[in-house]
C-alpha cells in the first residue's frame, strides 16, 4: 500500500558530510510521523531521529548537534543531514513512515541505505 524508498547513502570519511532522502509513495491516507532508523552489524535496529507531525523531531543522545531531519509532509518526504559522521555512524540506514488508523499505528519501512564512514 505504502513504499518508501530511501537514497543518499555511501562511503564518506570521518569528519565529513551526507544527506539522506526518503519519499513514500502509493495509497497514502494519513502519516503522523516519518523518520530514520539504522542498523549497524550485530546490533539492533535503533531510533536515529524522526519527526512527529502532531509534536515535533526527537533524535538519538548519540547524534544530537550533528544530524538534522526535516520534512514536507505534503509530499510525503523526510531528509537526515549528517555532518561531523563518526566511524561508529555505519549502518544501514532505513526510513520509517507511521500511519495511524484509528486506535493503533501501521508502520512502514523502506529497503535501507548503506551509510560508511572511514576513518
Known amino acids: 500500500q505504502v513504499q518508501l524508498a530511501e537514497s543518499g547513502g555511501g562511503l564518506v570519511q570521518g569528519g565529513e558530510s551526507l544527506t539522506l532522502s526518503c519519499t513514500a509513495s502509493?495509497?497514502?491516507?494519513?502519516?503522523?510521523?516519518m523518520g530514520w532508523f539504522r542498523q549497524a552489524p550485530g546490533k539492533q535496529r535503533e531510533l536515529v531521529a524522526i519527526i512527529n507531525y502532531g509534536g515535533g523531531p526527537n533524535y538519538a543522545d548519540s547524534v544530537k548537534g550533528r544530524f538534522a531531519i526535516s520534512g514536507d509532509n505534503a509530499k510525503h518526504t523526510v531528509f537526515l543531514q549528517m555532518s561531523g559522521l563518526k566511524p561508529e555512524d555505519t549502518a544501514v540506514y532505513y526510513c520509517?513512515?507511521?500511519?495511524?488508523?484509528?486506535?493503533?499505528?501501521?508502520?512502514?519501512w523502506g529497503q535501507g541505505t548503506q551509510v560508511t564512514v572511514s576513518l
Open positions: 520509517y513512515a507511521r500511519e495511524p488508523q484509528g486506535s493503533w499505528n501501521r508502520a512502514y
Open positions: 502509493g495509497t497514502i491516507s494519513r502519516l503522523d510521523a
